[in-house]
């Protein structure tokens, strides 16, 4: 098994012990396994999508003074048929769209948001 060194603030290791304790995993190394594989799961999934989907993307930030949801709606402006933005507390926001698209460009949209590294949950739900 290969060793990785990697540096995480104070947060990243409290949600780290957060994963172990709550599955009941032997260490830190075995969330981090878990983590990965949850997230390797997720993008099998969004790769598993075909042809045009139609669904619901929830996204939850923080930061609403940042304009790069803004630059991202309005990018995909033409998939997005409703939306909707809600404040939530700790100064984080609530994104709500339904969107209808090609899989691929989907795939694209989510990618970009998650690329930004200022979404704290992005979660598609297929229609």
Known sequence: MGIVSISLNE????????IQETYGLSGR???????INAALAEIRELEKMDGD????????????ED?????????????????LHSHLRNHKCLEVMVVSC???LLGKMIREIQAEGKADYVKFVRG
């Open 11 to 18: 947060d990243n290791l409290a949600a780290l012990d957060k």
């Open 102 to 104: 090609d899989s691929r």
């Open 29 to 35: 190394s075995e969330a981090v396994r878990t983590s």
């Open 53 to 64: 989907v139609e669904g619901v993307l929830v996204i939850v930030r923080g930061n609403h």
């Open 67 to 83: 304009p790069w949801m803004m630059r991202i709606q309005g990018t995909y402006e033409s998939v997005i048929k409703t939306q």
